[in-house]
């Protein structure tokens, strides 16, 4: 992968730079292994979009080769060549229950939170700060799947399972897998400014950045079968989205009559062509609104809502807020 060109430093783009800090990323047992490489490729991009050498350290109750589910192992240290770091990032797995139950594990992520370090958590790993007492009273997410587990095990906790990720105080949290490469953006973002995060959103090949208020399922993905014979069709529809997509539209698309393709449609999917698209639409838009400084006007136009009011009318059906509201809280979170 090429590196970021020299002159990509937070001076050139009127940014004052702060020391860059050095970040642990704590795995254990089964671990998933793209909760720890994910953020570590990103702090490692931005290091070098800003001509720095990355400083990362992996950490581990007990140092030395430590096994990923996938078999894949990792070089740990122990928790003792943590003393520089000032951002800990705990990975999850499938072995985090052993790792949330480790007191060794519980008293370094206490210690570094009552030290005021930032401390996170990609997936799973949420467990490990969850009975380490550092969730109780905040908000904090992790993978939807296991939203009903968490819940009832830590009532205390304000649970937002629709989020990437969470921040509250300096305590972060993300959802699944890939989610933990958002909240790094996220943190690189204020340690650096964002033409850094988004020089390392480029490098990573990443569409855009999402924020922590995007929500973790995709429209075509909650469809009965997304990968269906109306799969191509609506991946198309997506890239489409100022088009006028009227039944009529897709139905020629699709080289069918307007009356087969809407009935096979529904049997397929679930829903009406209509209802699909526009939950294209508002997945777009939200996406869009959260994420950008893009005037509203602009993100109704050219997402194929037109009308702004429109758009305001079906993000309040969808969402429960205006799209005003949702950038708002985009940026606060």
Not at 76 to 87: G, H, L, P, V, Y
Not at 243 to 254: F, G, H, N, W, Y
Not at 258 to 265: D, S
Not at 293 to 298: D, F, L, T
């Amino acid at each position: 992968m090429p590196s970021c060109p020299k002159w990509h430093n937070s001076l050139a783009f009127g940014h004052t730079m702060t020391a860059w800090p050095m970040i642990g990323i704590l795995i254990f047992p089964d671990f998933q292994l793209l909760d720890a490489a994910g953020p570590i490729s990103a702090f490692e991009i931005a290091a070098r979009c800003i001509g720095k050498p990355p400083l990362i350290r992996v950490l581990a109750a007990k140092p030395g080769l430590v096994r990923s589910s996938s078999g894949v192992e990792m070089m740990a240290r122990d928790f003792k060549s943590a003393n520089a770091i000032t951002t800990l990032v705990v990975a999850g797995g499938t072995g985090v229950a052993d790792a949330a139950r480790c007191e060794v594990t519980r008293a370094f992520v206490q210690r570094l939170a009552k030290r005021g370090m930032r401390v996170a958590s990609v997936c799973s790993g949420a467990y490990v700060l969850a009975e380490a007492g550092l969730l109780d009273g905040r908000r904090a997410t992790t993978h939807w799947g296991r939203t009903r587990e968490f819940v009832a095990r830590y009532p205390r906790i304000k649970f937002e399972p629709d989020r990437i990720f969470t921040r509250d105080g300096n305590v972060w949290t993300s959802a699944g897998i890939s989610a933990g490469i958002d909240l790094a953006l996220a943190m690189i973002t204020e340690d650096h400014g964002e033409e850094i995060a988004q020089q390392t959103a480029r490098q990573l090949v990443l569409y855009h950045r999402r924020s922590g208020g995007q929500s973790q399922f995709s429209s075509l993905l909650e469809l009965k079968t997304p990968n269906g014979r109306f799969g191509t069709l609506l991946s198309w529809a997506r890239e489409n989205l100022d088009a006028p997509l009227s039944v009529e539209d897709l139905a020629d698309r699709a080289g069918m009559s307007a009356r087969h393709f809407a009935r096979a449609f529904a049997a397929e999917t679930g829903t009406t062509p209509s209802k699909a698209v526009e939950r294209l639409r508002l997945e777009v838009a939200r996406e869009r609104v959260q994420s950008s400084r893009e005037a509203i006007e602009r993100v109704a136009e050219t997402t194929g809502f037109r009308d702004p009011e429109r758009m305001r009318r079906a993000f309040i059906r969808a969402f429960g807020q205006p799209p005003q509201a949702l950038r708002r809280a985009a940026r606060a979170g």
